[in-house]
């Protein structure tokens, strides 16, 4: 008895169900088997194992919550892990669907402009001490050069590459006042100079009083310098007649984002 006693209590579980099972037996006999006023089992062994019998059903109830509470918990974090799995193939989805739109658009650039084009990101703008520094992540050894030209896929101008390194090339952006091109009002015969300006980011400059154009008017390259004609220069954002001059003085609000970070497409003419 003492050695399957001495057995049992390195079985916790087994003991614990030892004792639940004998106060359970206690408590039966107590309760039924009793002789008038009599009991074979004194009252404060029956309420002891009453009282220790309830203490066990309470510990079993316990026992059964934390139980169903680390089902919940891992549960959960099975959930967590789903949930990210499935936000990561999201993400990816999302990335092949903006790469197939852009893959689309670039076929169609090199139909209607220049079959020699080579895809890059930019992965660096701000403004330097000598104008802005927009940095492409490709350079000679994937074929940019020193003048080619910069644009989105959707055909909007962002500048001409300015030097050429191994692995990375800087573009004079259209903000920079060192950046022209020639651009015309869509569906005008106007024609001005399209000029970076900085703070007032573009300007079209020799657009005479009796020119017309107006805010909102769309302003797209001629094709009569090095750019490529119809590439999306920006939008007219300020007209102002100038009485006492010669010209107007008009800004441009460049299609092209200040702060623009992603693909790109470098074309080589």
Partial sequence: MICWFIKLRKSPLKLLSFFILTALIIFIIGRYASFGRFSI???FVIDSSAFIFGRF????RFAGELKRFRSLADENNNLKKNNFNLLSRLAMLDILEQENDFLKNVLKIKKEISPDIIYANIFNVNLGHDGYNVLLNKGSKEG?????IVITEQKALLGIVEDVSDNFS???FVFDPKFKTTAKVLGSDVVGIAKGAYQDKMRLELI???DKIKEGDILITTGDDMFPPALLVGFISYVDSNESGIFKNIRINPAIEEQFLGRVIVLSL
């Fill in 41 to 43: 089992v004194p009252r």
């Fill in 57 to 60: 059903e309470y510990l079993n």
């Fill in 144 to 148: 940019v050069k020193k003048g080619d």
């Fill in 170 to 172: 800087r573009v004079l």
């Fill in 208 to 210: 005479s009083k009796e």
